[in-house]
Antibody, heavy 122, light 110 residues
Framework: EVQLEQSGVEVKKPGESLQISCKVS????????IAWVRQRPGKGLEWMGS????????KNSPSFQGQVTMSVDTSISTAYLQWNSLKPSDTAMYYC???????????????WGQGTVVTVSS | QSVLTQPPSASGTPGQRVTISCSGS????????VNWYQQLPGAAPKLLIY???QRPSGVPDRFSGSKSGTSASLAISGLQSEDEADYYC???????????FGTGTTVTVL
């Protein structure tokens, strides 16, 4: 069974750094892209970017370029999303999702993590 | 700001058919396939339709998708109370070089 298990709730202050994780199981970690999706409170879904664990190739949304860093550790089948300096506007739920499909333009997110709540407040 | 536009809300009584539209442009829906996600209250999104009209295993055949030109639609027939959720369309955008989601539609079962 494919599973994506995300790390727990985070409460941080502005300017602090943060790394959240997404541990996968039930399939070969290096064979599928992993995407990160933001959902601000009461708002819709926003694609932040995707990373291919096979070679750490990344595709970033222009809206999030330079704001976050995606990485992976293939030895423990885990993807990460990192901030160097959080802002209150980063307060949101963050989901990781496995990308399926043959190409970037013909793809979809077939399995999702449960989400990580990040709250940034002074 | 999303480039895929959906109506904010849709509703119906149990058993009715409800349709949700998703309007895009040549660079996204007009050129690529459309996916639909269902987000139940307090839960993570779930894939409902992929490749415009394909249902993943386990998704009831009450849900169907279609695409024409730069628009797509999700239809829910035989509406049930457990269908109350937010629904999002999504597609790749060639101009933005990224995945884009629709604005989302909240379905209410009256």
């Amino acid at each position: 069974e494919v599973q994506l298990e995300q790390s727990g709730v985070e409460v941080k202050k502005p300017g602090e750094s943060l790394q959240i994780s997404c541990k996968v199981s039930g399939y070969s970690f290096t064979s599928h892209w992993i995407a990160w999706v933001r959902q601000r409170p009461g708002k819709g879904l926003e694609w932040m970017g995707s990373i291919y664990p096979g070679d750490s190739d990344t595709k970033n949304s222009p809206s999030f370029q330079g704001q976050v860093t995606m990485s992976v550790d293939t030895s423990i089948s885990t993807a990460y999303l990192q901030w160097n300096s959080l802002k209150p506007s980063d307060t949101a739920m963050y989901y990781c999702a496995r990308r399926a499909g043959y190409t970037t333009t013909w793809s979809y997110f077939d399995h999702w993590g449960q989400g990580t709540v990040v709250t940034v407040s002074s | 700001q999303s480039v895929l536009t959906q109506p904010p809300s849709a509703s119906g009584t149990p058993g009715q058919r409800v349709t949700i539209s998703c309007s895009g442009s040549r660079s996204n829906i007009g050129s690529n396939t459309v996916n639909w996600y269902q987000q139940l209250p307090g839960a993570a999104p779930k894939l409902l339709i992929y490749s415009s009209n394909q249902r993943p295993s386990g998704v009831p055949d009450r849900f169907s998708g279609s695409k024409s030109g730069t628009s797509a639609s999700l239809a829910i027939s035989g509406l049930q109370s457990e269908d109350e959720a937010d629904y999002y369309c999504a597609s790749w955008d060639d101009s933005l070089n990224g995945q884009v989601f629709g604005t989302g539609t909240t379905v209410t079962v009256l």
